[in-house]
């Protein structure tokens, strides 16, 4: 896979060891369709496209995103109220490291059924500010805890156990020449809760480890742009 590589602002990841992690984005990929049961993802494919959204040629799905979408941010802009998130975990490359931190991939619902790719340009891709180094929690990963709430009501709860592992978005991006500081991968999601309503004003994603205890998240209000003059 080519893409054009341009710079986002840099973005600062707290570790547990007190120490920060800087990386300047250049490459900035949604993993899609990507639940370690492929058999799931391809009844999922199914129910979408009874709601007119285009099922991709291959799972999983890779799509490019424009870099300085990836942000650590409180607060996202939004035209209609036909937006929403999802809770994913991030795999960021640094000059020395794999870091592993929360993500709220935030996509516009009424430009998806045009395209998947276009609606995941339409809207950011929310990162936490803390990280932990992928090294120092892969032997425990699929334990790992992915929630989302929107408005307050839990509308997401699995483990990484559901996912694709980072291990093998690694691999991909290794076979895909972009395994280089400056890249950053989300996941995909995890299923969403029966009935609840997606189109929320707050979201807040987190990831947790039962090991530790600790907790990364993100948070950020939706607000509405003015309606356009002309």
């Not at 709860?157 to 991909?172: D, F, S």
Request: glycine letters at 8%.
């Amino acid at each position: 896979m080519s893409t054009v590589r341009t710079q986002a602002a840099t973005l600062q990841f707290d570790l547990p060891d007190g120490t920060v992690a800087e990386v300047a984005v250049t490459t900035l990929l949604n993993g899609g369709y990507a639940g370690r049961s492929q058999e799931d993802v391809a009844a999922h494919v199914r129910e979408l496209a009874e709601l007119g959204v285009p099922a991709p040629s291959v799972t999983p799905s890779v799509y490019p995103v424009s870099p300085y979408l990836a942000q650590q941010t409180s607060a996202v802009p939004a035209q209609h109220g036909r937006t929403s998130g999802e809770a994913e975990w991030a795999l960021v490359v640094t000059s020395d490291d794999v870091l592993l931190t929360v993500a709220c991939d935030h996509t516009d619902r009424a430009l998806e059924v045009h395209g998947v790719a276009w609606s995941k340009n339409a809207g950011p891709d929310v990162l936490g500010r803390k990280a932990w180094r992928l090294s120092e929690v892969a032997d425990r990963i699929d334990s790992i805890e992915l929630t989302a709430w929107a408005d307050g009501v839990e509308i997401q709860r699995g483990t990484l156990a559901e996912l694709l592992t980072p291990q093998y978005w690694v691999e991909r991006l290794r076979e895909m020449g972009q395994l280089e500081p400056g890249t950053v991968l989300l996941s995909g999601t995890i299923p969403m809760h029966h009935g609840v309503d997606q189109f929320a004003s707050k979201w807040r994603v987190e990831l947790r480890d039962p090991a530790t205890g600790d907790v990364i998240d993100c948070e950020y209000e939706v607000t509405r742009l003015p309606e356009p003059i002309g």
